[in-house]
């Protein structure tokens, strides 16, 4: 069974930085295709697509994050990461990671948790004002 284990949150004020990583254990990346997104959700409140990367190094950004998250990966690590700047408080959530094998473009044109199989267990980010 496919594993996805998220690091890296924390608490942080405004306009400080994270990095997330989520490590992909008995899938590897040098696979084909597959898309990976990164999710968010504060409470009471539905989740939220952040950034997607495709197998193929495709990526996609919600509108609210442009310019300064950015996603990335390492294959042959199979991890995925979140680069995140300039961090506001209203970015406090818990974030998870996701996986779906067998296809591509799955954050557009609308990012979709029902689109990926499989999560992470959540890493919490808290941005203090």
């Known amino acids: 069974q496919v594993q996805l284990v998220e690091s890296g949150g924390g608490s942080v004020q405004a306009g400080g930085s994270l990095r997330l990583s989520c490590v992909a254990f008995?899938?590897?990346?040098?696979?084909?295709?597959?898309?990976l997104g990164w999710f968010r959700q504060a409470p009471g409140e539905e989740a939220e697509g952040v950034a997607g990367?495709?197998?193929?190094?495709?990526?996609t950004y919600a509108d609210s994050v442009k310019g300064r998250f950015t996603i990335s990966k390492v294959n042959a690590m199979n991890t995925l990461y979140l680069q995140m700047n300039s961090l506001k408080p209203e970015d406090t959530a818990m974030y998870y990671c996701?996986?779906?094998?067998?296809?591509?473009?799955?954050?557009?044109?609308?990012?979709?948790?029902?689109?990926?199989?499989?999560w992470g267990q959540g890493t919490q980010v808290t941005v203090s004002s």
């Open positions: 008995r899938f590897s990346f040098l696979n084909y295709p597959y898309c």
């Open positions: 990367i495709d197998s193929d190094g495709t990526k």
């Open positions: 996701a996986l779906e094998i067998g296809r591509l473009r799955c954050f557009t044109p609308a990012p979709r948790p029902g689109a990926y199989t499989y």
